[in-house]
């Protein structure tokens, strides 16, 4: 079984910046296997994806509208993934979750992901 921990959620005002975080743990879990996302919900809509990173890190994927704002890295020998958002808009208003793929891809699809955070409220103010 694998745990995925999210931080650094919080309250901001627009424009500012936040770094989100999620470690990973499990007896058998061997974080660099992983393919990992990051994907935010709010309130009344689908949970959507916003960024997803290869297993060492060498490849990443962003949607189109966070694209140019935020980061997505990870550290293998930490088993913690970040999300570095910056230039928030009140828009980006959302509980992020991230998500661990046990196959490797890091895609947009929902359903491709095995394991699932508890998630973390960011909420930006006009």
């Known amino acids: 079984q694998v745990q995925l921990v999210e931080s650094g959620g919080g309250l901001v005002e627009a424009g500012g910046s936040l770094r989100l975080s999620c470690a990973a743990s499990g007896r058998t879990f061997t974080f660099s296997r992983y393919g990992m996302g990051w994907f935010r919900q709010a309130p009344g809509k689908e949970r959507e994806f916003v960024a997803g990173i290869s297993r060492s890190g060498g490849s990443t994927l962003y949607a189109d509208s966070v694209k140019g704002r935020s980061t997505i890295s990870r550290d293998n020998a930490k088993n913690t993934v970040y999300l570095q958002m910056n230039s928030l808009k009140p828009e980006d208003t959302a509980v992020y979750y991230c998500?661990?793929?046990?196959?490797?891809?890091?895609?947009?699809?929902?359903?491709?992901?095995?394991?699932w955070g508890q998630g973390a409220q960011v909420t930006v103010s006009s």
């Open positions: 998500a661990a793929d046990v196959g490797g891809a890091y895609s947009a699809y929902t359903g491709n992901y095995d394991y």
